[in-house]
């Protein structure tokens, strides 16, 4: 059986200051921000084949197959973009595409190429605590895929809240909240077996009773989830967007308990240095190098 409740839109505002962000939503509920980001020149501009000419020789490692398999290559961005644009050609067409690229997924590209950064900006730092504030670009992964990436339920990984920017196309999210957690059949920490789009109830029971929240997030939109918010993510066409995680004070101290929740210990580390930074006031310069990996590290 694959039937479940009538999904439940999440709310759209198409004004939200930092200040009632923070008190109406800010570790409650997502909300999509509509046309937040519609002012910085990458939304107009920006497509993969920008981005390989701004950059052809970069080398970029992106994923291949599933993205809960954790297989990658390492590829020019040049040559990632050409078969991109092949392959949303080819799917345009309703040709057989056959396989699909590999989708760039958790790239730091701002700290790869920091020509790209004056394209983002003025960018709306305040919605951050301070310590990602001056620095906002070294925090930012990138996704750059083509249509019909498919990413399957799963909650970010350190229990950060969750601030995401779509630049190019269009992302389609279909999440649970985490106090719902425990309805998803999760593994391996942080991905869910269950498909929410078309649950099977006789193998998956538990997420008869699970409440099930979407939205679209456009081009110039900015999109919020509130820490352990399991997400489902769809691309109907070509897209590129950023996240940035970040913790307050309430999520690195939950982030540093979460190991008895079964959170991965390699995983302490990183909300040990962001504690130290957003609870006890280290300063960012000196966090930094041991936070690099991280970002550097392609979930």
Request: some cysteine; aromatic content about 12%; glycine content about 6%.
């Amino acid at each position: 059986m694959t039937t479940t409740a009538q999904p439940v839109p999440v709310d759209v505002r198409t004004e939200l200051s930092p200040e009632e962000f923070r008190a109406a939503y800010m570790g409650r509920r997502p909300v999509v921000m509509r046309g937040a980001a519609a002012h910085m020149p990458a939304v107009s501009t920006w497509s993969a084949a920008h981005l390989g000419k701004v950059a052809p020789d970069q080398q970029v490692r992106v994923k291949v197959g599933t993205v809960s398999a954790g297989r990658t290559a390492l590829v020019r961005l040049a040559d990632y973009a050409r078969e991109l644009a092949a392959w949303d050609a080819a799917v345009a067409r309703g040709d057989d595409a056959g396989d699909p690229p590999g989708y760039l997924h958790d790239v730091p590209l701002l700290s790869m190429v920091p020509a790209l950064r004056h394209d983002l900006e003025p960018f709306p730092c305040d919605y951050f605590p301070p310590f990602f504030r001056n620095r906002w670009w070294a925090f930012t992964q990138f996704f750059v895929g083509p249509a019909r990436a498919v990413t399957p339920l799963h909650f970010d990984t350190l229990l950060t809240h969750n601030l995401f920017f779509q630049i190019q196309g269009s992302k389609r999210f279909v999440m649970v909240a985490d106090a719902e957690r425990d309805k998803c059949h999760t593994y391996n920490w942080r991905w869910a077996a269950v498909d929410p789009e078309a649950p099977d109830l006789d193998r998956y029971p538990l997420f008869r009773d699970a409440t099930v929240l979407t939205c679209d997030v456009e081009a110039g939109d900015v999109f919020y989830m509130p820490p352990g918010t399991l997400h489902k993510v769809i691309s109907p066409g070509a897209s590129i967007s950023f996240n940035i995680d970040w913790h307050d004070r309430a999520s690195a101290l939950r982030g540093l308990a979460a190991v008895r929740e079964g959170m991965p210990l390699k995983n302490l580390r990183y909300n040990l240095l962001f504690a130290l930074g957003v609870v006890a006031g280290v300063p960012r310069s000196v966090l930094m190098p041991g936070l690099r990996s991280y970002y550097s590290y392609i979930s």
